[in-house]
């Protein structure tokens, strides 16, 4: 009997033994994963880091803003590592405030770093997570397996990604009046004026004539018929924020003729228009060429006279060509 008893109380020692060894082990691996998934995030947060001075230093931003960036990024740099997540929330809350990148390069930097900070900090909250589950379990308590490593901490901030553009269709009208001036209508790019053709997205079940007839008609107060477009002759892929949205826009031209000693009506606007239009002109196509302003297409004025060579024509016109 004493010798059953020996036999089970060394069974139940090495039974203990061998949990104390698993336990410990596993609990040493997910300390040293939770150590190299920290590193992995302070990658991350590095590299978004430099892709804000990159984008800040390259203009992307206004002068006060980008100021502001840069105070930012320099704090979340130094900062240590328990007020890490406090100084990335706070640029983190900034980038947030900011109208999305237009430059492609930059735009695709900023939203790649902020993608992998959000996947690294995911990676890094697991392993916490598991960590102090196994920590917290009983046994791991009563033996004492955590040692003098440090509890880990989980690292909450906002997760900031920025996103992809937009794509968008549209459909613009070059609408030419007796004296065959361009009617062109401005709004505000970065503090700045610039003009573009009316026009404007293609919604649900339209095609690029009725787009164009629609927003010609909301617009100028202009009704036409389908008739009464040339084009399209010309197509231009842009770039650029409206509303807060970073659009990557598909535009198709049509030319048409102003009836003389026409008006323009802007009573038709939408709400958006309302806010975001600010004016509208003739311009002759002198104008287009010398004037400061900025024009949208950048290539209208060298365009005109191919445009006007093909106003009207019912035969086929040449194919649709790429503009700037």
């Known amino acids: 009997m004493s010798t059953l008893v020996i036999v089970i109380v060394l069974v139940v020692l090495l039974l203990a033994a061998l949990r104390l060894w698993l336990t410990a082990s596993r609990l040493d691996r997910l300390h040293v994963r939770t150590e190299a998934a920290w590193a992995a995030l302070e990658g991350a947060l590095s590299r978004r880091i430099v892709a804000t001075r990159a984008a800040a230093a390259a203009g992307a931003f206004a002068e006060r803003d980008a100021d502001l960036l840069r105070r930012l990024t320099s704090a979340a740099d130094r900062a240590p590592r328990r007020a890490r997540a406090d100084a990335e929330n706070d640029l983190s809350r900034a980038l947030a405030t900011q109208p999305p990148v237009i430059a492609r390069e930059l735009a695709a930097e900023l939203l790649d770093a902020g993608e992998r900070v959000a996947l690294a900090r995911r990676f890094y909250n697991d ?15 009563l033996f004492r397996l955590a040692g003098r490593a440090a509890l880990p901490d989980y690292f909450e901030i906002a997760d900031q990604v920025p996103t992809g553009p937009a794509q968008r269709t549209a459909a613009r009208v070059v609408l030419l009046d007796e004296s065959e001036r361009v009617l062109m209508f401005s709004s505000a ?41 040339t084009g399209p002759i010309w197509r231009r892929s842009a770039r650029f924020v409206f509303t807060g949205v970073l659009y990557e826009q598909t535009e198709f031209y049509f030319l048409a003729s102003a009836p003389p000693g026409f008006q323009v009506d802007v009573s038709g606007f939408t709400d958006v228009e309302k806010d975001n239009i600010t004016g509208h002109r003739w311009f002759s196509e002198e104008e287009l060429r010398h004037s400061s302003e900025t024009f949208y297409p950048t290539e209208l004025a060298d365009r005109m006279t191919e445009g006007r060579s093909v106003m009207g024509r019912a035969e086929a016109i040449p194919a ?3 503009i700037f």
């Open 127 to 141: 392993a916490v997570r598991d960590t102090r589950a196994l920590r917290a379990v009983w046994f791991t308590r």
């Open 189 to 229: 790019e970065h503090g700045r004026a610039v003009w573009f053709p009316t026009g404007g997205g293609v919604e649900a079940g339209e095609d690029l004539r009725t787009t164009a007839l629609r927003e010609l008609r909301e617009e100028t107060g202009l009704v036409l018929e389908s008739a009464d477009l």
């Open 320 to 322: 649709v060509v790429e």
